[in-house]
């Protein structure tokens, strides 16, 4: 069969994953991506490099965190100083019930198992100039990038863990680079109220794009307990640091609940779980937005539905999920996140952490194909957990 979009098959393999299952038939061409060389950067990783030689060069683009750090300096701030509680040990925090993390070891057996999905090396997508506000009685989401969305709701306009840098790293010249442009241009967005970090990871709590936002929109930034020391060292203000439960009003009646996720922190060397991880549910006159920021699959998500009802709308993760047994403890798969969209019982989920980052195994565009198949065995239509291209919107109806 002829590539669709002009490219050639092994960039389709590239793209949609490869061997097994032919995910391609299960990838929308609404997305409407075109893959292009990035300039200046030639075609080179248009085909698939299963076991490159250059594969240490790739560990360190992936995970700076963990190979890196130690040689710049990159040192965490230090531990929050707190009553203890259920998931907080008096210096560490943990997940609620435990969710062992594979160690070093694990990381390093994984690394060297090969069977990495390289991604091409940029695909364009058309940037959406957002409305100032979401018309009244509906809420828009618009998905920018990873886990980056735009939430309006009720007159009160929401970034979660916003990230426009062109790394996701402590430093700007190596890690993940991004493969996708930003689906809302910086310039373009409108007057920010409040922001929504889920934890410290580079990837959800990016200080460069942080610091912009401050600048710009002064906006109020929500995140867990101890994440004030990470905002003060990156000069950002009106940060506001939650237990899970904690609650925060905005305006119009729209109000923020921090909510428990199954995760870990770290931001440098020696600062592992020193700070809160979670999950955001944004509620107004509208109805509810859930943001589940990076997590596993656990028995949060019944909880947090029993606590404040089925949101209008989940934002649920499908990346970085390759290999499960390494990475099932912190992400989920995309079967995975359609059980969380059964458990919480959300009228619709829009996909996230996907596209734009290549973190795991996994082909650039295999989470989508992965999703579909698993909605298709749960009988559940596409239509009520939809992957959106970077700048595509999803808005409910009035
Ligand atoms: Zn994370």
Redesign the pocket.
Known sequence: MRPSWGVSYDAQRTLHGGGGRDYRRYVPSVLGAQEIPKAGRGAKNFRLHRESPARVVRLMRRWPLVLLLPLFGCFGAAGYQGAPSDHFDGSKFRNVPAAPQPGFGGFLQWQLQGGAIDWPDWVDTRPSKPDPVAPPHTIRVTFVNHATTLVQIDGVNILTDPVWSERVSPVSFVGPERHKPPGIRFDDLPPIDAVLI??D?H??CDAVTLKRLSDRFHPRVLAGLGTAAVMESAHVDRATDLDWWGRTPLKNGVEVVFTPAQ???ARGVGDRDQVL?GSFMIVGPSGSVYFA??TGLGPHFRTIRQRLGAPTVALLPIGAYKPEWFMGP??MSPSQAVEAHRMLGATTSVAIHWGTFDLADEGQYQPVGELNLALDAARIPHRDFRALENGELFQTAR
Do not use: A, K, L, R
Request: charged fraction near 15%; proline fraction near 0%.
């Open positions: 889920s934890h990871h990837d959800h995760h870990w922190s991880w920021g990076d912190s992400h």
